[in-house]
């Protein structure tokens, strides 16, 4: 289980905030002691020259589903 920076767990296609874009969750990496550890994330509205990036999750804020929809 994944965390984002305040506690929330990290599922694959979440959507997440970093550095205010939105990004959408690829893959998990494995987590630490703390709960935290890397995701692989796409930015959502990239078009087709966009290409995944690899953050730690205490750099990202969970999103819900519904208001980003």
């Not at 296609?13 to 709960?35: C, E, H, M, Q, W």
């Not at 995701?39 to 078009?47: L, Q």
Request: aromatic residues 8%; hydrophobic residues 40%; charged residues 20%.
């Amino acid at each position: 289980m994944i965390n984002d920076m305040i506690g929330r767990e990290i599922k694959v296609d979440d959507f997440v905030v970093f550095y205010s874009n939105i990004y959408r969750v690829k893959s998990l990496g494995k987590p630490n002691a703390t709960g935290h550890g890397t995701v692989r994330i796409m930015i959502w509205n990239g078009g087709v020259s966009a290409k995944p990036v690899t953050k730690h999750s205490s750099d990202v804020a969970l999103l819900p589903m519904g208001d980003v929809l």
